[in-house]
C-alpha cells in the first residue's frame, strides 16, 4: 500500500498544536501562591526599611497597594475552584497586573533608586515561558516604558534625619540600560528555551498519534480481511448458483433478470470488500448524531457491569424529536465515557445520566447512589495525580488507586469539546428535591454552549456528499 509520510505526520501535528492552542494550562492557584510570597516580600522589605534602616516612606500609600493584591488573591481564593486553569487572555490579566502592582510599589519607593526595580523584569520572564509571543512583546514594552517613566517620576527616599537618597545618574542610567537588555534577552531566551521544548513535544506526541492511528487501521484491515475470508465463500457459492440460473432460465426473460442481478450484486459485495480492504471510509452519516445517542454510546460499555443506568432525557412533555444534533467528537464521547464509568464503579446499585437543553445551553449530570466524593478532595477533583487511594478492601471497587488520572483525562477532554464541568455531591445538592432522595454520590454536571456542539440541520445541513477515504 502505498503511503504519504507527509501526511501522516502532518495531521497530527495539526491536532497537537490546536489542542495546545486552545488548552488552558496555568492554574490559577499557581499564581495565586507566587503572589503570595511578592506581597509577603514587598511587605517585609517596608518593615525592614522603616525599623531597621529608619527610612521615611509612604508607608500608608505602599501598605494600600499590597492591600490591592492581598484583596484580589482572597476573591481568587474564594470565588473559584482551586484547579481552575486560565485561558490566554486571563493569565496575560493576571500577569499585567502584577507588573503594574510592581511598578507602582517602585513609583512609592524611589523610582530606579531602588535596587529591587529589576524585579520588573520577572512578569515578562513569566510571560515568555507561557503566554503567547504577541502577549510576551506587549509586557516587554510594558516593562520598559514602566522603568522609563521611573527614571523622571518617583516619589524619593529620605531618612529619618531628611537626607535624600539617590543614586548617581551615571549609576541609574546604567541600571536602566540593564533593565532594558534583561527584559529583552531573558524574554528572547525563555521563550527559544519553551517552544524548543514544546516542538519536541509536540513531535513525540505527534508520532504517537500516528501510530496510534496506524495501529487502528491495521486492526481495521484485519477485521476486513476476516471479514472478506469468511464471506468469500458464501458470495462464490451464491455467484456460481446465480450464474448457472441465469443460463438455465434464458426461456423466462423475467426471472432471468433476477438471476442476472443476483449475480450483479454479489460482484458488488466483493468489489465492497475489496475497496475496505484497500482503505477505511469516514462515513460522514456519523460525524453527527442526536444528542441521546451519543450519551448512550457513550454509557453503552458500562450496560452489563451489574449496576442499573438510567436515562432521563428532556424535561416532561418535551419530543424528544426535537433534541439537538451534536457532533460525535471522539473527545467528547471519551470523556463522557470515563465519567459514567467513574459513576458505575462507585454506585451501590444505580446510577442516573439526565439530558437537557435549551436554545442555548445543553447540560448533562451524571449521577450515582454511593459515597459521592471526599469533601476535602472536591477543590481539586480533575488534577491528576492526587494520590488519594481507596480504604483498603473496598467493595466498590477493589483495586483502585485514586491517581485521579481518569476524571483528569475526562475534564481534560471534555474542557477541549468546549464544556464546564462542575463536581458536587448529591447528599448536598438534593436536599429539597425528594425525588432526587436516592442519588446521595457523586454529582458531575457538564455544560455546553449548544453552539459549540451542535451540528447544522435542515437546509443548512446540506448533502452529505460521497465518504471519503481515509487517508493514511
Same mark, same amino acid.
Given at each position: 500500500?502505498?503511503?504519504?509520510? !507527509?501526511?501522516?505526520?502532518?495531521?497530527p501535528a495539526i491536532e497537537v498544536f490546536k489542542s495546545r492552542a486552545s488548552g488552558n494550562w496555568i492554574r490559577l492557584r499557581t499564581l495565586v501562591l507566587l503572589r503570595w510570597w511578592a506581597t509577603l516580600g514587598q511587605a517585609t522589605a517596608l518593615v525592614i526599611a522603616d525599623r531597621v534602616y529608619h527610612l521615611d516612606l509612604e508607608l500608608g500609600l505602599c501598605f494600600l497597594v499590597i492591600g490591592v493584591s492581598v484583596t484580589t488573591n482572597l476573591v481568587a481564593a474564594l470565588v473559584f475552584a482551586e484547579n481552575k486553569r486560565l485561558s490566554e487572555q486571563d493569565t496575560f490579566l493576571v500577569v499585567l497586573f502584577d507588573m503594574l502592582q510592581l511598578g507602582l510599589m517602585l513609583y512609592l519607593t524611589g523610582g530606579m533608586n531602588n535596587p529591587?526595580?529589576?524585579?520588573?523584569?520577572?512578569?515578562?520572564t513569566v510571560s515568555a515561558s507561557a503566554l503567547s509571543g504577541r502577549s510576551t512583546a506587549f509586557l516587554g514594552a510594558m516593562a520598559i516604558v514602566i522603568v522609563t517613566l521611573l527614571m523622571q517620576f518617583y516619589l524619593?527616599?529620605?531618612?529619618?534625619?531628611?537626607?535624600?537618597l539617590r543614586v548617581p545618574d551615571v549609576f541609574r542610567f546604567g541600571n536602566w540600560v540593564a533593565i532594558i537588555i534583561a527584559v529583552v534577552f531573558l524574554g528572547v531566551y525563555s521563550r527559544w528555551i519553551v517552544q524548543e521544548m514544546h516542538a519536541m513535544s509536540d513531535a513525540l506526541q505527534a508520532t504517537q498519534m500516528a501510530l496510534a492511528r496506524e495501529q487502528k487501521l491495521t486492526d481495521l484491515g484485519g477485521v476486513?480481511?476476516?471479514?472478506?475470508?469468511?464471506?468469500?465463500?458464501?458470495?462464490?457459492?451464491?455467484?456460481?448458483?446465480?450464474?448457472?440460473?441465469?443460463?438455465?432460465l434464458t426461456d423466462r426473460p423475467d426471472l432471468h433478470e433476477d438471476a442476472l442481478l443476483i449475480v450483479q450484486q454479489a460482484d458488488r459485495c466483493r468489489d465492497i470488500l475489496r475497496s475496505m480492504g484497500r482503505a477505511g471510509k469516514d462515513d460522514l452519516l456519523l460525524r453527527r448524531a442526536p444528542l441521546t445517542a451519543v450519551?448512550?454510546?457513550?454509557?453503552?460499555?458500562?450496560?452489563?457491569?451489574?449496576?442499573?443506568?438510567?436515562?432521563?432525557?428532556? !424535561?416532561?412533555?418535551?419530543?424528544?424529536?426535537?433534541?439537538?444534533?451534536?457532533?460525535?467528537?471522539?473527545?467528547?464521547?471519551? /470523556?463522557?465515557?470515563?465519567?459514567?464509568?467513574?459513576a458505575v464503579d462507585f454506585a451501590r446499585e444505580s446510577v442516573w445520566i439526565e439530558s437537557r437543553w435549551s436554545e442555548t445551553a445543553i447540560t448533562l449530570r451524571i449521577m450515582d447512589d454511593g459515597r459521592g466524593y471526599p469533601p476535602d478532595m472536591l477543590g481539586k477533583i480533575g488534577d491528576p495525580f492526587i494520590r488519594r487511594r481507596a480504604p483498603i478492601g473496598d467493595p466498590a471497587r477493589p483495586e483502585y488507586e485514586g491517581? /485521579?488520572?481518569?476524571l483528569f483525562i475526562a475534564k481534560t477532554l471534555l474542557e477541549r469539546s468546549g464544556a464546564e464541568l462542575a463536581f458536587a455531591n448529591g447528599s448536598s445538592s438534593f436536599k429539597t428535591m425528594p425525588s432526587h432522595a436516592a442519588r446521595t454520590g457523586a454529582l458531575v454536571?457538564?455544560?455546553w454552549q449548544r453552539k459549540r456542539i451542535e451540528g447544522p440541520t435542515g437546509q443548512e445541513a446540506g448533502a452529505l456528499g460521497q465518504n471519503a477515504p481515509i487517508r493514511l
Open positions: 500500500m502505498k503511503r504519504d509520510a !507527509t501526511t501522516d505526520m502532518a495531521d529591587f526595580s529589576i524585579l520588573i523584569v520577572g512578569p515578562v524619593p527616599l529620605r531618612t529619618e534625619q531628611g537626607f535624600l476486513v480481511a476476516a471479514a472478506a475470508h469468511e464471506l468469500g465463500t458464501p458470495l462464490s457459492t451464491i455467484k456460481l448458483t446465480s450464474a448457472e440460473l441465469a443460463n438455465e450519551v448512550e454510546e457513550a454509557a453503552e460499555p458500562h450496560l452489563d457491569r451489574g449496576k442499573r443506568i438510567h436515562f432521563d432525557h428532556g !424535561t416532561d412533555g418535551e419530543d424528544l424529536r426535537n433534541q439537538p444534533i451534536v457532533f460525535r467528537r471522539p473527545e467528547m464521547i471519551h /470523556g463522557l465515557r470515563n465519567l459514567i464509568q467513574n491517581m /485521579g488520572l481518569g454536571e457538564v455544560v
